[in-house]
Each structure stands twice: as structure tokens, then as C-alpha cells.
């Protein structure tokens, strides 16, 4: 099962940690979900899910502000006994001594937000979804292309590296060289991200690893893209018949998500960079109804028409 260590979600949202006796890095989340403790004050503990975290918001701090001393460490007992991963404060509200006692007893991390209930609850639930999807580790590049995450795939030292760069000194942006991360956050998406120890940086062959952040700036990497496209390249072969066309989409499928496919023969004298270009500007033009192939076919289909009209005005063959 797939887990996320407490220590990170504080380091990713910022959090004060106020039970610092607990070790936050051998606590871990398992569930993308969060909830709100509402039933759970008064005692009632049907469907409970205690894998998620627990975040306590205005509404819920001013009703146990009424509550009896008693009823509210029980109810809180009853939360941290269950074994919850955390519990996250919103609007930098402060809990009182005795339940930091209790969580310290319990090994439950209390942790508190300046940020507003909502705006930490969405924030919290859309990183976790993406920590916590199924995910599998591919060898090929990732580079956003136009908005578009362009997926290079091919086998090793047929240039998807090379590719990369000069994609990079146009202008576009590095996710990911040699390891892409696959984590399918939905059933309509693919997110692709970098492993951190590789994060940033490319292999050359015949001049080594190299920062492509310091070397280019900022603005030349990313850290995490949606899989658009992907572009499988291929040693040329003068027997292989290739797409001319491009009437047919061909797919390539990633954790059951299929993902559009181009194939793409390597010779001397291409320009990778500028045809993955185009296979993005295309692809983006199809998503927006407009296919460049069938607009021809159409054309001609209509010119075969109009001749066969003419020469036959009154409709004989």
C-alpha cells in the first residue's frame, strides 16, 4: 500500500508541529481523503474511516469550545485511539494542553494551518491524491511542449536526451530525463514527475550529467505535467511502412489510461525537436476538433466529385 510520511505533508503545507515528542517521520497517511470530526464529538462512530486525516475548522472548534471538559477528551480519545494519521488545525487555531497530552499518549500528530478550512482542506486532498495514485517508472523523457506533456520513449542512446535539450533551448520545459514517474491521479488523467534524487538534471552522453536549472533557469524545468502525448522513436528502416497519413490514432496504454501515439523513425538530418514541436501543436489542434488529415481527405473526396460531375454532366459512367 501506497503511503505518505506525516513529515512530508508538514513540508509540503507548511505546518507547525505541536507534538513534537511524536516522530512524524514514522507516521504515515494512507488515504487521499481527509474528513471533518462532526458525529464523532457526540460519540457516534458508524463508518468511521480512521485512515484519514482529521482537520479541524471554525465550525467544529466552536462547538467543542461548549462542550464539557470531559465529553471532548473523550471524543478526542476516541479519535486518536483509532489510530488516525493526524490531526491538522485550521486558521491557526490552538488546541488545549490536555489534548496534546492525549495525542502525545496516542503517537498522533497535531499539527496547525494559518490557512483557511477550505483552501487547506482542497489543497491537502489534491496533493495527497497525486502522493498517494498508483504509479509505475518508465525510461523516457518528459518535456512540456506548448502546455502539452509530450512523452519520449525510445531505447537507449537513440536520442530522446539530445531531444530534450534542444526542445529545452526553444523554450519548452524538462520534467523528467531517463525515469519518469506515471501516477494516474484520476481515471481521465496521467501525471508525470521526476524521481527527486534525478530532478533537473539530463545525461549527455560523451559530456555527462548536467543541471538543467542552473544551466537554463527556472523557467526551463517543472516539476510535475499531465501525459498528453506520447512519441515512441525508432531506429528508420527502409522496409517498415509508416504512417503517412494520420487518419488512424494509435494509442499506447499506461496504468489501464490509453494515451495517443506517434511513431516516430529516427534518420540523420531530422530535427526531433522541431517535429515533436508540431506533433504537440497538432495533437492540441485535434483535441480542439480540428484534424489537419481528415480536412484533407475531404478535400480530395470533394475535388474526385466535382471531376466525376463534369465529365459526366447528366450522371452516366
Excluded at 535539450?165 to 520545459?173: A, Q, S
Excluded at 530535427?271 to 480542439?288: F, G, P, S
Amino acid at each position: 500500500m501506497t503511503k505518505v510520511r506525516i513529515s512530508s505533508v508538514v513540508n509540503k503545507l507548511n505546518l507547525q508541529n505541536l507534538t513534537g515528542e511524536v516522530d512524524i517521520e514514522d507516521c504515515y497517511v494512507s488515504s487521499p481523503d481527509i474528513s471533518r470530526p462532526s458525529f464523532q464529538l457526540i460519540g457516534f462512530w458508524e463508518h468511521f474511516e480512521p485512515t484519514r486525516i482529521q482537520v479541524i475548522g471554525n465550525v467544529e472548534y466552536s462547538y467543542m469550545a461548549q462542550m464539557d471538559p470531559k465529553d471532548k477528551l473523550e471524543a478526542f480519545k476516541g479519535l486518536m485511539e483509532r489510530g488516525i494519521p493526524a490531526i491538522i488545525y485550521a486558521r491557526g487555531l490552538q488546541p488545549e494542553p490536555e489534548i496534546l497530552d492525549l495525542a502525545t499518549h496516542f503517537d498522533c500528530p497535531v499539527l496547525v494551518s494559518e490557512k483557511a478550512t477550505g483552501i487547506l482542506s482542497a489543497e491537502l486532498t489534491r496533493w495527497l491524491h497525486v502522493e498517494l495514485a498508483p504509479m509505475i517508472s518508465i525510461h523516457g523523457v518528459l518535456v512540456d511542449v506548448y502546455g502539452e506533456g509530450v512523452l519520449i520513449t525510445g531505447e537507449s542512446g537513440i536520442g530522446k536526451s539530445e531531444a530534450a535539450i534542444e526542445l529545452i533551448k526553444r523554450g519548452h520545459r524538462l520534467v523528467s530525463d531517463d525515469v519518469v514517474e506515471i501516477r494516474k491521479v484520476s481515471d481521465d488523467m496521467l501525471v508525470g514527475m521526476a524521481p527527486e534524487i534525478t530532478r533537473h538534471f539530463i545525461e549527455l552522453r560523451g559530456i555527462g550529467i548536467i543541471d538543467v536549472k542552473t544551466l537554463f533557469g527556472v523557467e526551463a524545468v517543472k516539476d510535475t505535467q499531465g501525459i498528453d502525448l506520447v512519441i515512441q522513436l525508432e531506429d528508420w528502416r527502409k522496409e517498415t511502412v509508416y504512417d503517412r497519413m494520420g487518419l488512424e490514432e494509435q494509442y499506447t496504454e499506461y496504468l489501464g489510461k490509453k494515451v495517443t501515439c506517434y511513431h516516430l523513425p529516427v534518420r540523420p538530418g531530422r530535427n526531433l525537436a522541431v517535429i515533436v514541436e508540431c506533433a504537440a501543436v497538432n495533437h492540441r489542434q485535434k483535441k480542439m476538433g480540428y484534424n489537419a488529415a481528415q480536412e484533407l481527405y475531404k478535400r480530395v473526396q470533394q475535388t474526385l466529385v466535382t471531376d466525376n460531375q463534369e465529365e459526366n454532366p447528366d450522371g452516366w459512367i
